[in-house]
């Protein structure tokens, strides 16, 4: 199953895929082993008589087009890192994202229905939207820490774990990426509504709670149990008990090891006192 995830964030219209335009598209695609990519697009509406007055206030879209269209161009592609502007067509912004999308799954904050509209999008445009599937950064997070408040952090180990386990769960459903990525610690964007922003937001959450964690510690080995003293030991301690036992005379004959009679073989006597070359 490919890993390839593609995190995406738009900015539209109005709420209704049909009746509705996307004016701003990112998409920053994620694969093992490789640099993340990320793509912008800004694209003028064709019909914003028919924009969702409430949408527009929401997304600031009369406040922020004039950072996009000081060139007059309808569609442009922005550099993420540097600002700057590329002219281009609607047509070649969906066969990006079909090429993106292919073995990928789509990535979101779950709250502008990206998918629907991407889909409708790359449709009027001749494109297919062949993406995988669709995963919801927002839901997965609240679900990795409702575990973590319920005590699971203890077996995950992870570094979020200590703010996690703080985390109220007391607003309603659905939950605010915002409140989310605040709750996780991660920085919130200076522009909210900046389509690019969200997808990185999207990004920072999915990878803080699918960081895999820590592997625990391996105790140190136990020391081996004692083993049964071999014969040379077992001798040595003999002898030093009969070394002690000539060096004090005035020991009582009671402490002194039993040797049958009151005098010792003298072979052992001179076995002991026998110096070694």
């Given at each position: 199953m490919s890993r390839n995830l593609l995190f995406v964030a738009i900015s539209r219209t109005g709420p209704d895929p049909l009746r509705h335009e996307t004016f701003?598209?990112?998409?920053?695609?994620?694969?093992?082993?490789?640099?993340?990519?990320?793509?912008?697009w800004v694209i003028r509406p064709e019909h914003l008589e028919a924009a969702d007055d409430a949408e527009l206030r929401r997304t600031r879209y009369l406040e922020r087009r004039e950072a996009w269209e000081h060139n007059g161009d309808p569609v442009i592609s922005l550099d993420p890192s540097l600002g700057t502007t590329v002219p281009t067509s609607r047509r070649s912004v969906a066969e990006k994202l079909a090429a993106a999308m292919v073995d990928a799954h789509l990535v979101t904050l779950g709250r502008d229905r990206e998918p629907e509209f991407l889909r409708e999008f790359m449709r009027k445009q001749g494109s297919p939207c062949p993406h995988l599937g669709h995963l919801d950064a927002t839901v997965h997070a609240a679900g990795a820490m409702y575990g973590w408040a319920q005590g699971w952090h203890t077996c995950a180990q992870t570094a979020s774990a200590a703010v996690a386990n703080q985390v109220d769960f007391g607003p309603e459903l659905p939950y605010d990426p915002f409140w989310i990525a605040r709750a996780l610690?991660?920085?919130?964007?200076?522009?909210?509504?900046?389509a690019y922003a969200r997808a990185q937001l999207a990004a920072a959450i999915w990878s803080t709670t699918t960081a895999r964690p820590a592997p625990l510690p391996v105790p140190p080995p136990e020391p081996a149990p004692p083993g049964p003293a071999d014969a040379a030991e077992l001798l040595g301690d003999l002898v030093a008990t009969g070394s002690r036992d000539d060096d004090h005379p005035?020991?009582?004959?009671?402490?002194?090891?039993?040797?049958?009679?009151?005098?010792?073989?003298?072979?052992?006597?001179?076995?002991?006192a026998m110096p070694v070359a």
């Open positions: 701003e598209i990112a998409a920053i695609l994620r694969r093992p082993g490789a640099p993340d990519m990320g793509r912008y610690g991660l920085a919130l964007p200076a522009e909210q509504e900046n005035g020991l009582s004959p009671d402490r002194r090891p039993p040797c049958g009679d009151d005098e010792r073989p003298a072979a052992a006597d001179q076995t002991v």
